[in-house]
């Protein structure tokens, strides 16, 4: 079992940015890939990034691509997502998850067995 709490969330301008973390315990996340997803209300959970076992690859969609960056700290047990340049569109619930079933990371959400409860972001106009 992996616990997984986030945190970091908050309100921010247009523009600005935020750094999201994620906290693993109960086993180590060094044997799992690692995702960030995003909900809005009333739509389905979407991938924002995802990082490879040992971190050597990292993936993102084109909505985020050069200004979200995720990166991993095995030893610390963490995961973080930098999201610079953000758009009220980035305002949603953000989750982090963890993925027994891959080493690569995945954009499909049910390829992932762990999730945190999520934090907010808010992108004002």
């Known amino acids: 079992q992996v616990q997984l709490v986030e945190s970091g969330g908050g309100l921010v301008q247009a523009g600005g940015s935020l750094r999201l973390s994620c906290v693993a315990s109960?086993?180590?996340?060094?044997?799992?890939?690692m995702g960030w997803f995003r909900r809005t209300p009333g739509a389905e959970r979407e991938f924002v990034a995802a990082i490879s076992w040992r971190g050597g690859s990292t993936y993102y969609p084109d909505s985020v691509k050069g200004r979200f960056t995720i990166s991993r700290d095995d030893a610390k047990g963490t995961v973080s997502l930098q999201m610079n340049s953000l758009q009220p569109e980035d305002t949603a619930l953000y989750y982090c998850?963890?993925?027994?079933?891959?080493?690569?990371?995945?954009?499909?959400?049910?390829?992932?067995?762990?999730w945190g409860q999520g934090t907010q972001v808010t992108v004002s106009s």
């Open positions: 109960g086993r180590s996340i060094s044997d799992y890939a």
């Open positions: 998850a963890a993925s027994g079933r891959t080493p690569y990371g995945s954009s499909v959400s049910t390829m992932y067995d762990y």
